[in-house]
Antibody
Framework: QVQLVESGGGVVQPGMSLRLSCAAS????????MHWVRQAAGKGLEWVAL????????FYGDSVKGRFSISRDNFKNTLYLQMNSLRTEDTAVYFC??????????WGQGTLVTVSS | QAGLTQPPSVSKVLRQTATLTCTGN????????AAWLQQHQGHPPTLLSY???NRPSGISERFSASRSGNTASLTITGLQPEDEADYYC???????????FGGGTKLTVL
């Protein structure tokens, strides 16, 4: 079955960097676009980034553009999110999700990122 | 990025029917339709339907989606206690090149 397992979350100070990983299994990873979506405590879902299956295309949400970078390794079946210049408002649970026909279908359990001084 | 518009809350009685709405524009909902996701407290979202009324395997037929113009709807028939959750709509916006989400509707089953 499809499994997505995020890791790399933690507590960091504003201005610092963090890299999240998402290990995928149970499907042909290289055939699917992949999303990062985040959710602050008690808030709704906020889309962060999308990378195409062939790595050629990447899109970002306005709030993270220029600070975050999405990447993937189709040999390791792993998705990444490099987060630089972190701000307190980036504090959230970060989910990776598989993309199908205009929607994220399978989601991981999420990893918590806390940005605090 | 402008999101999709959903009512913050809906309350319905057990075994009744609830219809949740989601309004976007011609670049997102009106273009490619919407997806609907259900999220129970403390859990990741689950996809209920995509491109208006394509249901992933394992999703109950009590959930059905539709679209009229720039507004998408999710209808849940025979409401059960486990249907109490947050519901989000989402669509790809081909003008923004972004996945947009609604703010979510909290469904309460009385």
């Amino acid at each position: 079955q499809v499994q997505l397992v995020e890791s790399g979350g933690g507590v960091v100070q504003p201005g610092m960097s963090l890299r999240l990983s998402c290990a995928a299994s149970g499907f042909t990873f290289s055939n699917y676009g992949m999303h990062w979506v985040r959710q602050a405590a008690g808030k709704g879902l906020e889309w962060v980034a999308l990378i195409s299956s062939d790595v050629k295309t990447k899109f970002y949400g306005d709030s993270v553009k220029g600070r975050f970078s999405i990447s993937r390794d189709n040999f390791k079946n792993t998705l990444y999110l490099q987060m630089n210049s972190l701000r307190t408002e980036d504090t959230a649970v970060y989910f990776c999700a598989r993309g199908v026909e205009g929607a994220p279908d399978y989601w991981g359990q999420g990893t918590l990122v806390t940005v605090s001084s | 990025q402008a999101g999709l518009t959903q009512p913050p809350s809906v309350s319905k009685v057990l075994r009744q029917t609830a219809t949740l709405t989601c309004t976007g524009n011609s670049n997102n909902v009106g273009n490619q339709g919407a997806a609907w996701l259900q999220q129970h407290q403390g859990h990741p979202p689950t996809l209920l339907s995509y491109r208006n009324n394509n249901r992933p395997s394992g999703i109950s037929e009590r959930f059905s989606a539709s679209r009229s113009g720039n507004t998408a709807s999710l209808t849940i028939t025979g409401l059960q206690p486990e249907d109490e959750a947050d519901y989000y709509c989402s669509a790809w916006d081909n003008s923004l090149n972004a996945q947009v989400f609604g703010g979510g509707t909290k469904l309460t089953v009385l």
